[in-house]
């Protein structure tokens, strides 16, 4: 039943609050594809960067190079184009650029269309901003995972030290604000719960907390 076609499950919340790290175990789980829609708007992102396409381009020109782009994903690796683009779109600049580009509704629009595409034809996990509430109004089983600003960025705190041991808690908190105030700004689409999501608080709950709870609702579904 639950590798069946079109069963879907959207996990929405603020960046952060742990919804890639629990889909993929989900995913892998119940042996359903996990969809990263995040990685999406970041390969987007990292194109226009590449191209010198600025989010007040005109709109003729990045419609011209949305025409001629494609976001796909094979063996857990985010493809642009068919180029694997997975550690690309994870610098520091591909962040800042789709936290704004993610605003533009050309871009939504592909990434929508995409998405769609992706969910009808096999049964998915998919995390993001709106999948519950536009994405897929109609998904079996939504989530809307939260956790304070301080607690997401103490967790990405920790991941960014390892790599980078002179970055600041401050700044990265106030990245993440910055995020979660256009996320949840922008006109078209903006971070909300849907009405019939389970919401879920994170803070004080490890992962494999988090992991059982959804796990528990998914089953009953
Ligand atoms: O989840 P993430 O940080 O990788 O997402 C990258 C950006 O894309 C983030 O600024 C929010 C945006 N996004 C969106 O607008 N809609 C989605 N469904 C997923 C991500």
Redesign the pocket.
């Known amino acids: 039943m639950m590798a069946a076609q079109g069963f879907r499950v959207a996990i929405d919340g603020p960046?952060g609050a742990g919804k890639s790290t629990i889909a993929k175990i989900l995913a892998n789980e119940l042996g359903i594809d996990y969809i990263d829609?995040?990685?999406m708007?970041?390969a987007i992102a990292l194109k226009m960067l590449e191209n010198g396409i600025d989010i007040d381009a005109d709109p003729a020109v990045l419609g011209e190079m949305l025409a001629h782009t494609d976001v796909d994903f094979a063996q857990g690796k985010t493809l642009l184009d068919g180029v694997d683009v997975s550690d690309r779109i994870r610098t520091a600049a591909v962040t800042d650029m789709?936290?704004k580009s993610?605003a533009l509704p050309q871009v939504r629009e592909k990434l929508v269309v995409l998405q769609r595409a992706m969910g009808e034809k096999k049964a998915v996990i998919m995390d993001?901003?709106?999948?519950g509430t536009n994405v897929f109004p109609s998904a079996e089983v939504k989530f809307f995972m939260t956790a304070s600003p301080e607690e997401r960025a103490s967790r990405r705190w920790a991941e960014m030290k390892e790599k980078d041991p002179t970055v600041s808690f401050e700044a990265v908190l106030a990245a993440i604000e910055e995020?979660d105030y256009?996320?949840s700004h922008r006109a078209l689409n903006p971070l909300t719960k849907a009405d019939d999501a389970i919401e879920i608080d994170t803070d004080g709950l490890d992962i494999e907390s988090v992991t059982a709870i959804l796990r528990a609702r998914i089953e009953s579904a």
Do not use: M
């Not at 993001?128 to 999948?131: C, N, S």
């Open positions: 960046s829609t995040g990685a708007y970041r789709a936290s993610s993001g901003r709106d999948i995020r256009n996320d």
